[in-house]
């Protein structure tokens, strides 16, 4: 990922500093003993739980006696970009809040927590190959088939036994067969719009492609893709089989120019028994698109793997975001909370009041999002993989690969076809690079 030029800026100060014995690091060390107030600071980059993050705050005083300040970075702004005010003006946070493509922007300036008690309870903290876990995750989100429970029980189509090609296509045939009946536009809601959805196809639904039916640790395809562009023709010729399955049974209206907002209405209203989306969706359902849903019937939704090879048993399971301990700041008592977050109380509030679903796999509190429960069952079953296409080059999803599932969509490729675009299109992204 591209840094910000500001941080280049930041990384020449930090140099100099260290070079003349006088880091602020140390400088830190030493304040820490003399001048702690009992406060600690931690930047929130989700405005929209700005009261429950408070309530968290207090909570935590109240238990602990430490105050701690939430500092809210409004919708629309540059999280990074107020990290870099934060920290030229020497008033960084002790907790920082970094999406995956943030973190190499503080290298060398955030706490190793791989000692954390909570690290062993959890398969979404952020890990760097070179300075160990940085991040701590307090949500998560899944990529995986979503799919309306009742349309598929009225089909007799039971979910878990979606395992690979053969039984998602026999499923599609059974929903296909009814789809008069119930008043469906498709069996799948599928998109592959690149202008706008390009986030969607490029990186989501290609990293099915990456990781389905992985260890979070098998870094293999993502491997061979950052070796030049490379991809597995076999393991991709199966994923672009079901790729155009998606095509077949998708909603013309949809496929090829739709926009999210009716492919995730749609879906809220009943019309697709599929859709590929994430667990995100599950706030739209609940909130701008309560009033179809309602109509709907309030269904039951679930996740099936994008199972397209036999045996794929995984959704994609990560954190948007992590929070990470600057070493600059009060780093136990950092610690000291962010392990706190992680046990009772702290998941309490975050999970009940704020709705995060907990990336702990001992956690015994459920968000009432519509996809909370099935996400932290296949956390606590150890099928998630991982969200590598977080590590394939700036854009190469959004802006690249994506124009290619269009292109599939229309017809002017098929699978084969498909294959070989992607192909150029990723060899000719890395020549560049």
Same mark, same amino acid.
């Given at each position: 990922m591209k840094k910000i030029t500001v941080f280049y800026l930041i990384a020449t100060l930090l140099a100099l500093s260290i070079l003349s014995g006088c880091g602020k690091v140390d400088e830190g060390t030493t304040e820490e003993a003399s001048t702690f107030s009992g406060t600690i600071r931690v930047l929130n980059i989700k405005s929209e739980v700005s009261e429950q993050m408070s309530a968290l705050a207090k909570q935590y005083q109240k238990e602990t006696g430490i105050a701690v300040e939430i500092m809210d970075v409004p919708a629309g702004v540059d999280a990074q970009a107020t990290?870099?005010?934060y920290y030229l003006s020497d008033q960084m946070?002790?907790?920082?809040?970094?999406?995956?493509?943030g973190f190499s922007n503080w290298e060398g300036l955030l706490v190793d927590l791989s000692d954390q008690g909570?690290?062993?309870?959890?398969?979404?903290?952020?890990?760097?190959?070179?300075?160990?876990?940085?991040?701590?995750?307090?949500?998560?989100?899944?990529?995986?088939?979503?799919?309306?429970?009742?349309?598929?029980?009225k089909c007799g189509v039971d979910p878990s036994s979606i395992t690979?090609?053969?039984?998602?296509?026999?499923?599609?045939?059974?929903?296909?067969?009814?789809?008069?009946?119930?008043?469906?536009?498709?069996?799948?809601?599928?998109?592959?719009?690149?202008?706008?959805?390009?986030?969607?196809?490029?990186?989501?639904? +290609?990293?099915? $492609?990456? &990781?389905?039916? /992985?260890?979070?640790?098998? =870094?293999?395809?993502?491997?061979? #893709? !950052?070796?030049?562009g490379t991809l597995d023709e076999s393991r991709f010729g199966n994923y672009a089989e079901m790729i155009g399955l +998606?095509?077949? $049974?998708? &909603?013309?209206? /949809?496929?090829?120019?739709? =926009?999210?907002?009716?492919?995730? #209405? !749609?879906?809220?209203?009943?019309?697709?028994?599929?859709?590929?989306?994430?667990s995100w969706i599950g706030a739209t359902l609940t909130g701008d698109d309560s009033e179809a849903y309602s109509k709907a019937g309030n269904f039951a939704v679930g996740m099936v793997p994008y199972a397209f090879e036999d045996g794929m048993d995984t959704i994609?399971?990560?954190?948007?975001?992590?929070?990470?301990?600057?070493?600059?700041?009060h780093v136990e008592e950092a610690k000291a909370f962010l392990q706190w977050c992680s046990e009772d109380s702290g998941q309490q509030i975050l999970v009940q009041n704020a709705g995060f679903i907990s990336p702990f796999k001992d956690c015994k509190y459920v968000a009432s999002d519509p996809f909370a429960q099935v996400i932290s069952d296949y956390i606590s079953a150890g099928k998630t993989s991982s969200w590598h296409w977080m590590d394939m080059p700036e854009n190469l999803?959004?802006?690249?690969?994506?124009?290619?599932?269009?292109?599939?969509?229309?017809?002017?490729?098929?699978?084969?076809?498909?294959?070989?675009?992607?192909?150029?299109?990723?060899?000719?992204?890395?020549?560049k690079l």
């Open positions: 990290l870099k005010g946070p002790d907790i920082i809040a970094c999406e995956a493509s909570w690290a062993s309870r959890t398969d979404a903290a952020y890990i760097d190959s070179t300075y160990g876990t940085l991040g701590f995750p307090y949500t998560t989100e899944a990529i995986g088939f979503a799919y309306n429970a009742n349309i598929l029980e690979g090609p053969a039984s998602m296509k026999a499923a599609f045939e059974a929903i296909e067969a009814k789809k008069s009946e119930l008043g469906l536009k498709a069996v799948v809601g599928y998109c592959s719009e690149p202008e706008n959805l390009g986030w969607s196809s490029g990186n989501h639904i +290609f990293g099915a $492609y990456l &990781d389905s039916g /992985l260890s979070r640790s098998d =870094t293999t395809y993502i491997d061979l #893709l !950052n070796n030049g +998606f095509i077949q $049974y998708s &909603d013309p209206e /949809l496929v090829i120019d739709g =926009t999210y907002n009716d492919q995730v #209405l !749609n879906f809220a209203s009943g019309k697709y028994a599929f859709i590929t989306q994430g994609l399971t990560s954190a948007p975001s992590w929070w990470a301990v600057s070493k600059e700041g999803g959004q802006k690249g690969i994506a124009f290619a599932f269009q292109k599939f969509a229309s017809g002017e490729l098929d699978a084969a076809g498909f294959l070989k675009e992607v192909q150029k299109i990723t060899k000719d992204w890395y020549s």
